[in-house]
Antibody, heavy 122, light 106 residues
Framework: QVTLRESGPALVKPTQTLTLTCTFS??????????VSWVRQPPGKALEWLAL???????YYNTSLKTRLTISKDTSKNQVVLTMTNMDPVDTATYFC??????????????WGQGTPVTVSS | DVQMTQSPSSLSASVGDRVTITCQAS??????LNWYQQKPGKAPKLIIY???NLEAGVPSRFSGSGSGTDFTFTINGLQPEDFASYYC????????FGPGTRVDMK
């Protein structure tokens, strides 16, 4: 059974760095083809993809946010960590992590965490 | 970067209706297009991958089609549990979600 769970602070101040952890079970990020992504959703708005890390430790970032994002993994702990620097009120959102499943050349985010809300406010 | 547009942004429908949502990519993405359903306060759920493939366990009233830049998502016989928001997502070049379509009750 695949599960993912996000954890991190519910409130951060402007200019601070946000650190979120995705703890997962039911699969291994050392398995060829596996990857985990972060996605966020501001209140009442659309989904926005943030970053991905794969089994081979390759990392990909949203082009417009890449200078602020760092994604890493701890395979032994089954965790993926996302840091976002210089937080601003516009970064207020629910942050999701999701597993990416490979369907023979196709990819889909097939399992998601429940999301963790983050508010940026002084 | 690949930009995605969806239309309509919202629609009202009744149980049993056929619902169609379109998604357009700003550049060629082959068939690298997924559709997700999201209910308020919940995580998205993968419905269609690879433009036309139904995710396991998803009812067959959902379908997708298209390739290149233009895609269509259809619900044949809308059910009460289908009232939700729907997002397309491209994965030809990293990932981009569309702005979403909210389907609510007429």
């Amino acid at each position: 059974q695949v599960t993912l769970r996000e954890s991190g602070p519910a409130l951060v101040k402007p200019t601070q760095t946000l650190t979120l952890t995705c703890t997962f079970s039911g699969f291994s990020l050392s398995t060829r083809g596996m990857s985990v992504s972060w996605v966020r959703q501001p209140p009442g708005k659309a989904l926005e993809w943030l970053a991905l890390i794969d089994w081979d430790n390759d990392k990909y970032y949203n082009t417009s946010l890449k200078t602020r994002l760092t994604i890493s993994k701890d395979t032994s702990k089954n965790q993926v960590v996302l840091t976002m620097t210089n937080m601003d009120p516009v970064d207020t959102a629910t942050y999701f992590c999701a597993r990416i499943h490979e369907y023979g050349g196709n990819s889909g985010f097939d399992y998601w965490g429940q999301g963790t809300p983050v508010t940026v406010s002084s | 970067d690949v930009q995605m547009t969806q239309s309509p942004s919202s629609l009202s429908a009744s149980v049993g209706d056929r619902v169609t949502i379109t998604c357009q990519a700003s550049q060629y993405i082959n068939n690298y297009l997924n559709w997700y359903q999201q209910k308020p306060g919940k995580a998205p759920k993968l419905i269609i991958y690879g433009a036309s493939n139904l995710e396991a366990g998803v009812p067959s009233r959902f379908s997708g089609s298209g390739s290149g830049t233009d895609f269509t998502f259809t619900i044949n016989g809308l059910q009460p549990e289908d009232f939700a928001s729907y997002y397309c997502q491209q994965y030809e070049n990293r990932f981009t979600f569309g702005p979403g379509t909210r389907v609510d009750m007429k």
